[in-house]
């Protein structure tokens, strides 16, 4: 069973910054693209970033320039940095992989982490 665990949410000020990481438990199997959704109060789940395993990153229009999606293929983590947060970045923040097993590909999601904008 893979397992995706996330950390790094919590409280932060408008313009402040917060960095999400999402830690793969699959030892066995090797990881394919990585990718933050986040879902905001009373609104459906969206994609924020996403990265392929070649490190080719794609974002959404309302955090490019302010967020930047990295990974460690070694440690099978991906991360979120978020700069110049905005109140309307407040949501649960979702860590989503493609993850490689023996019959094909699944994917995954995280529990979800917390990131709170408000002054």
């Known amino acids: 069973q893979v397992q995706l665990v996330e950390s790094g949410g919590g409280l932060v000020q408008p313009g402040g910054s917060l960095r999400l990481s999402c830690a793969a438990s699959?030892?066995?199997?090797?990881?394919?693209?990585m990718g933050w959704y986040r879902q905001p109060p009373g609104k459906q789940r969206e994609l924020v970033a996403s990265?392929?395993?070649?490190?080719?990153?794609t974002y959404a229009d309302s955090v490019r320039g302010r967020f930047t999606i990295s990974r460690d293929n070694a440690k099978k983590t991906v991360y979120l940095q978020m700069n110049s947060l905005k109140p309307e970045d407040t949501a649960v923040y979702y860590c989503n992989a493609d993850v490689y097993t023996i019959p094909g590909m699944t994917n995954y999601w995280g529990q979800g982490t917390q990131v709170t904008v408000s002054s």
């Open positions: 699959a030892s066995s199997f090797s990881i394919g693209a």
């Open positions: 990265i392929r395993s070649s490190g080719s990153a």
